[in-house]
């Protein structure tokens, strides 16, 4: 089977004989079974001859080793210590392709001439079966260098054999940049490196270490982690995606990895807090970990599919996390490799199956808990000072405004004694229609149809001029007429007419390309009920759904009707453009068609546009033109008409609207705050009063029943009598047990995995025969022991692996080393990683001054460019970053909605399953992203200005010091300050000096204001560099 | 291991230097955990030629070297689209026999209720030499059956949207597959190296769709992030994130790259570390993509007679006509796979005003660009499929017999249609019952439909795998899965 990862277990067994045989420590043919064997036949063999037996063939199992050496009348598949007489041996090589395994049909390639000679050399050495590594206990190895602390001693006992030793240890800042990142998700502050000694001793990094694993931020860092993994979001995902207030829970995991309470105590809570004795509102809320999956709340769903669906992810999910087994494999079937048979999978299923929940989604997914979080009141607080600043910052504005607003009076006083026409009769360039319908022009713009048979179709009025500066709205008014059915409306047969969809496309001439107005109001004087009762409301003919739209059927047919529709933003239209109105009569009436009826225009907006009432100017010129008196204009006015107007003029008053919707977003962000202070539903477990019968279900099909099963755990893992593990509880004690060979092993190969960016077990996600063997077992069992010893301490764990030499390695590597060792996987360096997105966007937090460091508390909204909820929901939800220092909270509080992941974090866990791999690639979109990211700009910006205050234009070396201090920890060397920063600065610095109005734009990001006209072409040459650096690969890489 | 072009004879650091562009050195998904089946040797054509993918060539010479993918999200109405059935007429608003029901499940939204037929609402009409029938609510498309095969066989077994879609799309109900757009990313890449191997255009719809286009549709699954679709957005950013901030021109930005790659490579100097190199390649090809992407968004060099071609809605960016433009703009650039999906499909009621509305959109594009591929003599190797989830149920919901009457989801039957690459035109695949519920000849699979359009780009779906947490993982499943010989060329 030519896959690849074969070959390159091939060619690294080639390599490690290779060292082997030079150091010659052992002997060169030594065959471990678990190691050299194991892969070879779980690969080629297990499909067919494993322990599945609803695919065995030829009644033979190769997975065990009586089988395999039984004999079968007169012959044996294996003969240990004879080769020859072997049949394996014999079927694998033969040339007859009848005989040969792994058969054709299998798709699996013969095996090539180094596994046969492992598999012979095997058989001659005996044919030594093992158990399969990871479910044999973890035992502590003898170290016996005592002077070494155990990790280095298993590295480098390994490292000798391929004649290495570990590196020499990285440089100081890089090592604090390291430390800081992967115990914090953070980079150290300048503060923090400038204090550290130079030549720092044992304890001087023993106690920076101690003040990273003792700030809160820890917490924060390892939460990421187990988010992952829980897959922890804030939507159920599906149809209607709705929004869940389980962050709560995320919150009390940050507590408890801060706290550093037991991690076996960690796991139960979260499998089974709700039914300890005497639980805690803490503890019922740990097991949302087994709610965080996706709900289905899709129409045509049966609830009690989304249900099981629910139950096998709680069991798949604790498979991969905790027990590092693909147990997902065996819904449908025993699994093909692993010693689970589908039986098993349900018993465990069955721990989960009575759950008092019905499948519902959304309002309806019980069981809740209703919590109050200790931490919501801060973001009340941060809101209520937010309302108070916008406020003010509208009331400074308003008062400006108010000074505006009399010039504009008078000059509307003079518009309207020259006469105020609220409305301009459109004059059509063109009239056409879709289908087939004639249009044409009566007196006083009146537009006509000719009645045809066609059931449907599109009126289209072309306009080329309009007569006004602008058009904010349209005015549409339906005639009744004597030759119309009875008088009304149409010539169909009932008169009426259902106005299904109006649109507005506007036409560059000589161009192929339009594009669409938004409308965003309708009113209209009245609205009917139609036969079929979705035509109805005036607004619905904004959706673009033919099945709903405007009626006036059962309201007076005598007169004419009217609708007003509001522009978005108003319309100038250019010299070369003119717009189509199109007025869609899609209904399912036939022939229910305007006869008669006019279009006008207006370029007054606000109240103007979305009421049918006397337009403010139109009051005002009904004023003027009673009063014969003239004088003070102002002081004709009323109070109320005074408020209208100002109101009028404050539409178009840009400065008031932004501090307006400021204002008005800082309230909105109070109210949702306010309501996180109350009590939040949190999905959690709990026991229904009469349990569920559990079954195994026929190719993993929810209501295919098959055997009635009971509770049982799964005994290839740690066998145990049902009736000691007969709850949920018990089974969450099972899983941290410490006889249990897996948990221990899995969690700290996940712990290893953050500060190494691969595991001592490369396939985090699947310990079984499948699955990679550890690098290094004894350094993996010793670490699991200890960990389990030291009290499941997970702050203990972390510091022995920050603590060894192992980990403090330069991660520079020779072209040799990289030829040997491309992986790392002899650990013979630092580990060279990309950090994780979240970590990337926070780290440009914290190295600007921007990062808002509080903890917990509901979620908030990082800036993500427009349109990205809209796009993929046709515009159901739309995403609104938040404002103030909300904008800057960790990565941890972003809200997740899960079928649209937050754009900033490129390869992220998906947060649909749990995902122990990490995602790391390198594309041309995380380029853009780090690149072009408001964030990343705003950042920049904030350096920039930092980087002004701290040093002037002809102090450019300590600007870039300090800048580079912020962003890599490190100065700058003269190479670089003098051959890539100065002449960087210049040429951007000379391009602003030339073009301030383009500096002014590229400053004016995110939150900030435009930087002042004296300085503008530097802070925005020095956000350039800032964005530069922002950029390195040093920046977002762990070294 | 017989693949002497394969893998076994790379050294070390080559197969690193592989792994290492597209994944990420020290990836979770690291060689360990990924395996592939190197294709055979007699691999024999050029379509590997310069082409990233992780397959040494394929199997045999591909009939296509793209796909369009017209994807209809909701469940278009086979009975109302496609499948004429005459008979109905005579059974309208009888309860449909059990014998044909047959145990089918049905939604929650019907489940229990009067199963009455309720007859195609649109008319049918034979088009060109082939006969075909086509309803007249798609006059573009009848127009060119002779150009197409419609599968009429189509039989998936989801019966609800989101697992339907996800099905037809990953090749299995549950979420975490890769899309069939990934796997061939992954496998064969693309000759273009100023544009993603797989991009997906949604269009932009006013109505807030009942049924979200979930962004797994195109996801890479288990397959690393880097063969995911990328979607080509309807906005000022085309792509997320590709427009430099306003006031950054692009001298400076040129500039501020420069800077960045010698830093750059001074810390590749000192650390040694490959993956340095590749970052300063996709920072490099994000500057191309900035150029690239706009060029191909910018519409203004097609003449008037493209949009002619492709109908008035090709004029609106963001339209299924105008991503319709921009599928062909795609081909002639080499992407290998590109995606439309076009949203509300899912017609549970006003069949007639909300159907009709749906086959306006899409039915003058979806027609111009079939010609269009084949006046520019790209439609010979570029294979068109359009089609969605599942089909829609013969009886009626609501009322049977008022226009206000819908259809349930559907599916055991439905109908696709494809051309081009490889794909014998002007036929007519396979036939359901008398009531369109059930298949009635020569039943495609969903599996099969993606068995036969892996063959026509020349891969054998039964080799091609990718290891995922100790399994081999193919498009197709574990389920034996059939090439539909019958409508190849």
């Known amino acids: 089977m030519a896959i690849l990862v074969m070959k390159f277990r091939c060619l690294l067994l080639l390599f490690l004989s290779f060292c082997v045989m030079t150091v010659s420590t052992m002997a060169a043919d030594e065959i471990d079974f678990n190691r050299d064997v194991r892969p070879i036949i779980s690969d080629n063999c297990f499909a067919c001859h494993g322990f599945d037996k609803g695919t065995r063939k030829g009644e033979l199992r190769l997975d065990q080793r009586e089988a395999a050496t039984e004999d079968r009348g007169g012959y044996a598949v294996i003969v240990p210590g004879k080769p020859e007489e072997s049949a394996l041996i014999e079927r694998v090589t033969s040339s007859d392709s009848d005989l040969l395994m792994p058969p054709a049909d299998s798709h699996k390639k013969p095996l090539d001439q180094k596994s046969v000679a492992v598999l012979k050399e095997w058989i001659r050495q005996g044919a030594p079966w093992g158990q399969h590594w990871a479910f044999a206990k973890p035992q502590r190895a003898e170290v016996s260098e005592k002077s070494e602390l155990p990790i280095d001693y298993f590295v480098r006992k390994r490292l000798a054999k391929a004649n290495l030793d570990i590196s020499r240890p990285a440089e100081t800042h890089t090592l604090i940049r390291r430390l800081s990142f992967d115990l914090t998700g953070l980079p150290p502050t300048p503060e923090v490196v400038a204090s550290f000694p130079e030549s720092p001793t044992a304890k001087d990094w023993d106690r920076l270490v101690n003040s990273l694993l003792a700030s809160p931020h820890f917490g924060e860092r390892m939460a990421m982690w187990w988010l992952d993994g829980a897959r922890y979001s804030d939507t159920d995902g599906f149809q209607s995606d709705a929004i869940r207030t389980n962050w709560p829970w995320r919150d009390w995991v940050v507590d408890w990895f801060n706290q550093n309470k037991a991690f076996d105590d960690f796991t139960v809570e979260q499998f089974a807090g709700d039914l300890l004795p005497n639980a805690t509102v803490e503890q019922k809320l740990a097991t949302c970990f087994h709610r965080n999956h996706m709900n289905n709340g899709e129409g045509g769903r049966d609830k009690e599919e989304s249900r099981v669906d629910y139950v096998l992810d709680r069991v798949n999910t604790t498979g991969t996390l905790f027990l590092g087994l693909t147990l997902g494999c065996t819904q449908c079937h025993d699994h093909k490799f692993d010693p689970i048979s589908q039986q098993d999978y349900y018993s465990l299923t069955a721990y989960f199956n009575s759950i008092d929940e019905t499948g519902a989604a959304g309002g309806a997914a019980k069981p809740f808990l209703k919590f109050k979080s200790p931490y919501a009141q801060r973001s009340v607080d941060e809101a209520s000072a937010l309302v108070k600043a916008t406020e003010s910052e509208l009331a400074k504005v308003q008062k400006q405004a108010e000074t505006e607003f009399l010039p504009w009076f008078i000059r509307q006083v003079e518009r309207v004694d020259q006469g105020f026409r609220p409305w301009t009769t459109v004059i059509p360039e063109r009239l056409s229609t879709t289908e087939g319908y004639g249009l044409s022009r009566d007196s006083d713009g009146i537009i006509v149809s000719s009645p045809t048979d066609l059931p449907q179709d599109d009126f289209v009025i072309t306009v080329a001029k309009t007569g006004l500066e602008r058009v904010s709205g349209m005015k549409l008014e339906v005639f009744p007429h004597s030759s119309h059915t009875e008088g009304k409306y149409s010539f169909s047969e009932t008169g009426e007419f259902i106005l299904t969809n109006v649109k507005l496309l506007v036409r560059k001439r000589g161009s192929s390309q339009i594009r669409e107005v938004g409308l965003t109001s309708a009113v209209a004087d009245v609205e009917g009920v139609g036969k079929d009762t979705s035509y109805k409301t005036v607004r619905d003919t904004l959706d673009d759904d033919p099945r709903k739209g405007w009626t006036t059927r059962t309201k007076p047919s005598d007169v004419p009707h009217v609708a007003v529709f509001a522009l978005a933003d108003p319309l100038v239209l250019a010299e070369d453009e003119e717009f189509d109105i199109v007025l869609m009569q899609r209904s399912l009436a036939p022939r229910e068609l305007m006869g008669r009826f006019r279009l006008s225009l207006t370029d007054q907006r606000g109240s103007a546009v979305r009421s049918l009432k006397p337009m403010p100017l139109e009051e005002l010129a009904e004023l003027r033109g009673k009063s014969s008196a003239a004088g003070s204009a102002e002081e004709l006015l009323g109070a109320a008409l005074r408020k209208r107007l100002f109101e009028q003029f404050l539409e178009d008053h840009a400065a008031w609207q932004a501090a307006k919707q400021r204002s008005d977003l800082a309230k909105g962000q109070l109210n949702a705050g306010k309501k996180s202070a109350g009590e939040q539903n949190v999905m959690v477990l709990s026991e229904r009063k009469e349990s569920r019968k559990t079954y195994v279900l026929e190719r993993g099909v929810w209501d295919k029943h098959g055997a009635l099963v009971d509770r049982a755990v799964l005994p290839a893992v740690l066998e145990r009598p049902n009736s000691d593990v007969a709850t949920r509880l018990e089974l969450g004690r099972w899983i941290v047990s410490k006889d249990n060979p897996l948990t221990a092993r899995v969690i700290t190969n996940q712990v290893w995995q953050l500060f190494f960016g691969a595991g001592l077990v490369r396939t985090p996600a699947d310990f079984g025969l499948q699955g990679e063997s550890p690098t290094h077992p004894e350094l993996l069992d010793w670490l699991a022991v200890e960990f389990m010893e030291s009290g499941w301490d997970l702050k203990h764990l972390v510091k022995t692996i920050v603590s060894s030499r192992t980990y403090r390695q330069d991660s520079s590597v020779s072209a040799e080393l990289l030829e040997l060792d491309p992986e790392n996987r002899l650990l013979d360096r630092g580990a060279r990683f990309r950090l994780p997105s979240w970590m990337i966007r926070d780290a440009a937090l914290q190295a600007s001054g921007l990062l808002n460091e509080s903890i917990g508390g509901p979620p908030v909204f990082p800036y993500q460019p427009p349109g990205v909820w809209q796009d993929q929901f046709m515009g159901r939800f739309v995403y609104q970053p938040s404002i103030g220092r909300a904008q800057y909270r960790r990565t941890l509080y972003s809200f997740w909605r899960r079928t649209s992941a937050p754009t900033f974090l490129f390869d992220s866990a998906m947060r649909r399953t749990c995902e122990v791999v990490p995602r790391r690639t390198n594309t041309p979109l995380h380029a853009l992203t780090l690149l072009n990211d408001t964030t990343s700009l705003e950042a920049a910006r904030t350096l920039s200005d930092a980087a002004l205050a701290v040093a002037s234009p002809n102090d450019l070396a300590k600007r870039f010091e300090f800048l580079m201090m912020r962003i890599l920890s490190r100065q700058p060397t003269k190479f670089e300050a003098d051959n890539v920063l100065l002449p960087q600065y210049r040429t951007a610095r000379a391009y602003y000096d030339r073009h301030p109005a383009e500096a002014a734009t590229l400053t004016t990001v995110g939150q900030l204001a435009v930087p002042e006209a004296s300085v503008v072409a530097d802070v925005a040459a020095t956000m350039l560099l800032a964005n530069l650096l922002l950029n390195l690969d040093e920046g977002i890489t762990h070294e | ?489």
């Open chain 2, 1 to 489: 291991m017989n693949n002497p072009q394969g893998a076994e004879h790379q050294s070390l650091s080559e197969l690193d230097e592989t792994r290492r562009y597209f994944l990420g050195r020290g990836a979770g998904v690291g060689l360990g955990a990924m395996a592939l089946n190197v294709l055979g040797s007699e691999s024999k054509n050029g379509q590997a030629e310069g082409a990233t993918g992780k397959l040494a060539g394929t199997d045999f010479a591909p009939k296509a070297k793209r796909i369009i993918f017209l994807t209809q999200s909701g469940g278009p109405s086979q009975i109302e689209l496609y499948d004429e059935k005459p008979g109905l007429l005579k059974m309208a608003g009888k309860e449909l026999p059990a014998s044909v029901r047959n145990g089918q499940r049905l939604t929650a939204m019907t489940a229990g209720k009067d199963q009455l037929v309720m007859p195609a609402h649109s008319k049918f009409r034979r088009h060109g030499e082939s006969g075909a029938t086509v309803s007249n609510w798609l006059p573009h498309i009848g127009a060119i059956a002779d150009e197409l095969c419609f599968v009429k066989s189509m039989t998936t077994d989801q019966i609800n949207h989101a697992p339907a879609m996800t099905r037809f799309l990953t090749g299995h109900h549950l979420i975490g597959r890769p899309s069939i757009g990934s796997w061939f990313s992954y496998g064969l890449g693309s000759s273009n190296r100023d544009l993603p191997d797989f991009l997906v255009l949604l269009s932009k719809m006013k109505r807030g769709s009942d049924q979200p286009l979930y962004d797994h549709y195109w996801g890479s699954g288990f397959l690393p992030s880097v063969y995911q679709g990328v979607k080509l957005r309807s906005a000022k950013d085309p792509v997320l994130y590709l427009r430099d901030p306003d006031g950054l021109p692009r001298h400076l930005r040129r500039n501020m790259l420069d800077g960045l790659g010698q830093m750059n490579q001074l810390r590749f100097e000192q650390t040694h570390d490959p993956e340095i190199e590749t970052r300063i390649q996709q920072y490099e090809m994000a500057y191309r993509m900035q150029a690239s992407v706009p060029e191909l968004t910018d519409v203004s060099d097609e003449t008037e007679s493209t949009f002619e071609l492709y109908g008035p809605d090709s004029r609106r960016p963001g339209s299924y006509a105008a991503n319709c433009v921009l599928a062909r703009r795609l081909a002639e650039r080499g992407v290998r796979f590109i995606q439309l999906f076009h949203p509300d499909w899912d017609h549970h009621s006003r069949l007639k005003s909300w159907c009709t509305a749906r086959c306006r959109d899409t039915d003058q594009a979806s027609a111009a660009l079939v010609r269009d591929l084949k006046q520019r003599g790209l439609l010979e190797d570029t294979l068109v499929i359009w089609g969605g989830e599942f089909g829609r149920g013969v009886a009626g919901q609501g009322k049977w017999d008022s226009p206000e009457g819908g259809r349930d989801h559907h599916p055991r039957c439905y109908t696709v249609w494809m051309a081009g690459g490889g794909i014998k035109s002007g036929t007519t695949y396979g036939a359901t019952d008398d009531f369109s519920y059930n298949v009635a000849e020569n039943p495609v699979h969903v599996r099969d439909l993606h068995a036969t359009v892996m063959h026509l780009m020349g891969i054998n779906h039964e080799q091609f795998s990718y290891r995922f947490q100790g399994l081999d993982f193919r498009l197709t499943g574990v389920e034996e899965a059939r090439i539909v010989r019958d409508i190849l060329a």
